[in-house]
């Protein structure tokens, strides 16, 4: 009878996980296909603005690295950024202004920076379609992500464990999106590279020491700027 009632329970289970696996999925092909506009003679991923929570702004690396620290300190990511002749230290990045502003608040003396990522557009074809859903899974599907796990660990809503296999789990299917435009040309070396890069900041925070909820927003602040970048290597070629 405790067999039977065993062999129930690890049913029932694996039936929850298929469940919450499938939504998961769903979840993720809906915000890539959102982003993806497949209307005219091009396929368009749409462009975004990314909210960066700043610390500080340095003059010199040493300044910066030290704000880094201090941002750690305090529960921020730390990642830093350069534009121009100033690096900010960030805290966090986000998707809405409206959820910055909480995190702007509840660290001390920091800013809202707006990052635009801008539109990728290709001509028609399913190379380029192939392109566009990959740049929209890697910059804006696993920073959703990334920043809901750490939402979610902060609140403790989710384990730091779940949070992790959650992570190891988006750079597998990055790493599968690497292959899937491995043979491709034109401008898929910049969203290669994007994905590359996805895949190894998504390492860091596997291997990484620190604050779980740290190196998730690390990781969003960190894809958030390779995006931006990715587009404008994508442009040049």
Known sequence: MRNRRRIVRTFEFDRIFLFATAICFAVALAVVLLSVDFGSDY???????????????AADADEANSKAE???????????????D??????????????????????D????????????????SEAAEKLCEVF??????????????????????????AAIE???????????????IAALDTVSTAVKTLAENAAAELEKVLTTSGSVC???????????????????EAERA
């Open 43 to 57: 396929i368009t991923v749409k462009s975004r603005k990314v909210y960066f929570v700043t610390y500080a702004t």
């Open 70 to 84: 201090e941002c750690k300190s305090r529960g921020g990511a730390g990642y830093l950024y350069a534009v121009g």
């Open 86 to 107: 100033a690096i900010y230290a960030v805290a966090a990045a986000y998707e809405t202004r409206a959820s910055a502003e909480e995190i702007a608040n509840a660290i």
């Open 109 to 124: 003396g920091a800013l809202i920076e707006t990052v635009e990522i801008k539109e990728l557009r290709l001509p028609k």
């Open 136 to 161: 929209s899974f890697c910059a804006y599907t696993v920073t959703t992500q990334l920043n809901d796990c750490a939402a979610a660990v902060d609140k403790r809503d989710m384990s730091a464990e």
């Open 166 to 180: 959650k992570c190891r789990l988006m750079k597998d299917d990055v790493q599968k999106s690497v292959g899937a």
């Open 214 to 232: 740290s190196r998730f927003r690390y990781a969003a602040c960190s894809i958030g700027v390779l995006a931006r970048n990715a587009i404008a």
